[in-house]
């Protein structure tokens, strides 16, 4: 882990830590935005000739609006920094002050921040009027690992605008081709449908052709998602699947016997026969592991198989319960915990669904840890 990326991960666990007891966009400020200003972008917040904190805008009639932070290179604005109290919407629409002075100062850089969310937007469509999308989004919560080198352009160490303004136009249209690439996963169009069945099928394409070609593109897309899921996960976690009980890391079935818990037989490490633990099992599994990787050591993190589901816990301990794979019905869910054992289900229509459950996992495993 580089210099920078400690500083990040630093301030990630702040907002981990912190955002659930912020009620006010000024403890937001204090709490978040100024750790990050100074931390990750390396800019001195007590300094006022560095970040000029309630900036004032007076604009024409619009007198004594301020935006909360300008920092500045060299005497001069150099990026305007409007923050919301965490959780809340970003929308340029509630940003009022930070669009209008963008508009008539030297700036080149606009970020609008609930303290977790960072959104950073530039003027690549029209000079000095900020784009309606950011060309860079950083949630501290859920860190995309290919933003980080794009974040450290921006700070001060390594800042340059001419290499920071034709990063941006790059993220600009990667983004926007990734909107269409997800698009046409969900649902692929007509257009694309035909493009791949020329390749493969030398039939007529009328219209029956096209929808049962539509219907394999989708599972092809959908497997190949999957695929590449699965080849993640199993290059990070070394192709391993953690221990049940204190068996060595190998398939949690033995032979017919898996396994169960304490809570579907009565007794900690009964065997049962008929209950064999699946492959997509494994990979939930495998999933849930991966997510909370940066929160505790994945040797703490066990499976559990049960005849009716498997369930996820920390420390080899059933009252430490993480989550519950139910995964033999027809209809495929979670059952998730909070830190006072709530329950709560999340229906998954892929394996790859698990992740936007992410925060709540992750949140149960930091009860347990800090308890």
């Known amino acids: 882990m580089t210099e920078f990326e400690d500083k990040l991960a630093q301030v990630a666990r702040r907002a981990r830590d912190y955002a659930s007891s912020l009620d006010t966009e000024e403890a937001t400020k204090n709490a978040l935005v100024m750790p990050f200003i100074s931390q990750v972008l390396g800019y001195d917040v007590f300094d006022p000739q560095e970040v000029v904190p309630e900036f004032v805008a007076d604009l024409g009639l619009k007198k004594g609006e301020k935006i909360d932070y300008a920092i500045m290179r060299e005497g001069k604005i150099n990026i305007l920094v409007e923050a919301k109290k965490v959780g809340s919407e970003l929308s340029l629409a509630h940003a009022s002050q930070l669009v209008r002075y963008f508009h008539t100062s030297e700036a080149r850089i606009g970020v609008l921040t609930n303290g977790r969310v960072w959104n950073f937007y530039t003027d690549l469509d029209k000079a000095n009027i900020l784009d ?37 136009e790059e993220l600009k249209y990667v983004s926007a081709i990734k909107r269409e690439i997800s698009a046409e996963m969900a649902a692929p169009s ?36 999957n695929d590449r899921v699965n080849a993640r996960l199993k290059t990070a976690l070394g192709d391993q699947v953690a221990p049940v009980l204190a068996a060595p890391a190998e398939p949690v079935a033995t032979g017919d016997q898996t396994v169960l818990s304490d809570e579907e037989n009565g007794q900690e490490g009964q065997l049962k026969p008929g209950v064999v633990t699946t492959e997509e099992e494994i990979e939930g599994f495998r999933i849930i592991k991966a997510i909370l990787a940066g929160i505790v050591p994945m040797n703490r993190v066990y499976m559990r198989d049960a005849a009716s589901y498997c369930s996820v816990i920390l420390d080899d301990n059933n009252r430490k319960p993480i989550a519950r794979l139910h995964f033999d019905g027809k209809v495929k869910y979670l059952v998730l915990f909070d830190a006072d054992k709530n329950r709560t289900r999340a229906d998954l229509e892929n394996l790859e669904d698990i992740y936007e459950s992410a925060e709540a996992l992750r949140s149960v495993v930091s009860s347990y840890v800090g308890a």
Not at 137 to 156: G, Y
Not at 199 to 223: C, D, H, I, P
Request: aromatic share 8%; glycine share 2%.
């Open 190 to 225: 007509d257009e694309l449908v035909k493009v791949l069945a020329k390749r493969v099928y030398s039939g007529y394409m009328n219209a029956k052709a096209v929808e049962t070609f539509t219907r394999l593109t989708e599972e092809a897309a959908r497997q190949y998602i």
């Open 132 to 168: 309606e999308r950011p060309f860079l989004v950083l949630d501290l919560l859920d860190i995309d690992p290919v933003t980080v080198p794009k974040l450290e352009q921006l700070a001060k160490g390594s800042f340059d605008l001419d290499s920071v303004i034709a990063a941006a």
